[in-house]
């Protein structure tokens, strides 16, 4: 079965769907990690939100790229309000309270999607444009799938241009450097990572519609894309957008892959791929360069 | 001004007045209730060690617990052990797997290591929730407690049942608080306060770490052990991120590093879980809700309160 290559062929794009998914999901963590040691774990009940409002938005309008346009705009203003209200508080206190926070809020996520949409599982139709399929190797695949993989391409090259090219991009990647230097020779951070952070939940609400016909949309879809999000950031080495790229790539073939030869292990597999890294390269993959430890 | 360790056994003390006096007067469900109270205490208390005193956060001590939990069932079960074997057993259990994944995640910091945590608990979850061996997403049922029917009380009665983990709790309380006043707790406390200095000391620092850790996991296990003989069942449901959630949220609420803190915050817990979904459906909206309050404006949860009291008496004293 394994060295069948249709079936390489065809568990290699869903590895790279997950990838793109996890991309998208990911890199915001991992650029606002690098930019203020702060991880925040509300991020998959973010995507879950994204996935949500995309659901409504469907049913309302009958549009899903209206969804696909207009969910991530929700989520970043739900982002948005969160920084303002908690985060921005907590900025005296410690890092690790803020994190703390944010853990609070999934219970407070997963209690408020349960009571808005309901306990039910849902699924999201894919827009006709990319309700059909291909032929790979004899084989059809969903063309939608195709989409996935190719929006996380785009996306991964609107970032790297981004951060190469433009004054933003360049502020925070002198943050992501050093901080401290950053702000003292005038740059704005803070509103360098008032933005990131937004980014960073439009992204997740991206991914979260986007996921919605590929994967169910339930309470507690955000739990498990989350813990593969944070073995990204870990694995590709936080602040790094190459990191998380290559991170994702690796978790979601690692992922794919394992749940289709031996479902019961892939998740064990998945976090000795993390411990390994942590072992052998504590900094990630591709760790970002620090002025000071 | 009373010491800071006299106060806490003091409150320890009321604490465990205030067990036995609900022990009394309480009916089929009130020794259910302060059963669960126990348990969550101790397995409270053994996360305490690590996040309180130790400053280690976290996310994924529900491992342990329900690796104890599962090991007395399969010992139990499977292997046909006694359940104080299997009790041990699964003490041993959890001691060996916070030993192995201690090994690494604790030379991890802060952010690192809640991360790690979180997803080393999930991972065990998934892989739990699948195994076809252990029952998978049904677990497994039939847990025996222990048979005392040669000295005449049995175990099986709720009443009994209760006091033993209510017992089982004092025990905890009273190592932890040897092992937080011996040369070594205090050696976790600087590490907490500042891990280079206590390098530049020559300390070890990630091997006292370690050692916490496994510490912890043995005690968590034995939580776990507890629940699996209570409820006479497990499933996956003991290891997911809600169960490590709620034992921080104990912890924080108790007052972190403190110890009775936790055990009063396991009270506090499992009677608002009680009320609460009874009242509505979404009672982790609100524990969720206080939980962040907490961390954003009480520091110090119930204890910093308790200790509070200390400190003013004290002003007042001198």
């Known amino acids: ?293 | 001004m009373m010491s800071r360790e006299t106060w806490r056994a003091g409150t320890a003390i009321l604490l465990l007045v205030a067990a036995l006096v609900s022990w009394v007067r309480a009916d089929y469900f009130g020794h259910e209730l302060l059963t669960q109270i126990a348990i969550l205490a101790i397995f409270a208390m053994s996360l305490d060690l690590l996040a309180g005193f130790t400053g280690m956060i976290s996310l994924g001590h529900a491992a342990f617990y329900g690796l104890g939990a599962y090991a007395t069932a399969a010992f139990n079960l499977m292997l046909e052990w006694s359940p104080w074997a299997a009790m041990a057993g699964a003490v041993v259990v959890g001691a060996v797997a916070a030993l192995i994944v201690g090994s690494f995640a604790v030379r991890l910091s802060g952010v690192f290591f809640i991360m790690v945590t979180l997803a080393v608990g999930e991972a065990l979850h998934a892989y739990l929730f699948k195994s076809r061996a252990f029952g998978g997403d049904d677990g497994l049922s039939g847990i025996a407690r222990p048979d005392t029917s040669s000295i005449g009380i049995s175990f099986d009665d709720p009443a009994v049942f209760s006091l033993v983990c209510v017992g089982f709790a004092c025990l905890i309380y009273a190592l932890l608080e040897l092992v937080v006043r011996s040369p070594f707790g205090r050696l976790l406390v600087a590490i907490h306060l500042n891990p280079s200095r206590v390098r530049a000391l020559g300390c070890p620092v990630s091997r006292y770490k370690l050692a916490a850790f496994t510490l912890a996991g043995a005690i968590a296990a034995l939580a776990g052990s507890l629940t699996a003989q209570h409820n006479a069942f497990i499933s996956p449901e003991l290891l997911t991120w809600t169960t490590s959630g709620e034992a921080l949220i104990v912890v924080i609420v108790g007052g972190l590093g403190s110890l009775v803190g936790a055990a009063a915050g396991a009270g506090v817990m499992v009677l608002a879980m009680h009320h609460l979904s009874g009242v509505t459906d979404y009672w982790m909206f609100f524990m969720g809700l206080f939980f962040v309050g907490v961390v954003l404006f009480a520091g110090n949860g119930i204890y910093g309160v308790i200790d509070a009291v200390r400190r003013r008496l004290g002003g007042a004293a001198h």
């Open chain 1, 1 to 293: 079965m394994l060295l069948d290559p249709t079936f390489l062929a065809i568990q290699l794009l869903n590895g790279l769907q997950l990838a793109s998914l996890l991309f998208l999901l990911s890199v915001g963590l991992s650029v606002v990690f690098g930019l203020m040691n702060f991880i925040n774990l509300a991020h998959g009940t973010l995507y879950m939100l994204g996935a949500y409002i995309g659901l409504s938005l469907v049913r309302a309008t009958d549009s899903f790229w209206l969804a696909f346009a207009l969910a991530p705009l929700a989520v970043a203003a739900v982002g948005a309000v969160f920084h303002v209200v908690l985060l921005r508080r907590m900025q005296a206190a410690s890092p690790m309270r803020q994190v703390l926070a944010t853990f609070g809020l999934i219970f407070v996520g997963l209690d408020s999607v349960r009571y808005i949409w309901g306990d039910y599982s849902h699924a999201l139709a894919a827009p006709e444009l990319l309700a059909g399929s291909v032929q790979v190797l004899g084989q059809t695949y969903p063309t939608y799938r195709l989409f996935v993989i190719g929006l996380g391409i785009i996306v991964l090259l609107v970032l790297y241009f981004g951060l190469e090219r433009t004054r933003l991009g360049a502020i925070v990647r002198a943050g992501v450097d050093d901080r401290e230097t950053a702000t003292a020779i005038g740059l704005n951070v803070e509103r360098a990572f008032f933005l990131v952070f937004c980014f960073g939940c439009a992204l997740a609400g991206l991914a979260g519609v986007v996921a919605g016909p590929v994967l169910s949309i339930f309470p507690g879809m955000d739990i498990s894309i989350l813990i593969l999000a944070l073995i990204v950031v870990v694995v590709g080495g936080p602040g790094s957008l190459k990191g998380a790229a290559l991170g994702a790539l690796l978790v979601g073939m690692v992922e794919t892959f394992g749940q289709v030869i031996a479902p019961e292990y892939a998740s064990v597999v998945l976090y000795a791929l993390m411990a390994l890294v942590l072992v052998l390269r504590p900094g990630g993959l591709i760790p970002v360069s620090k002025a000071h430890g």
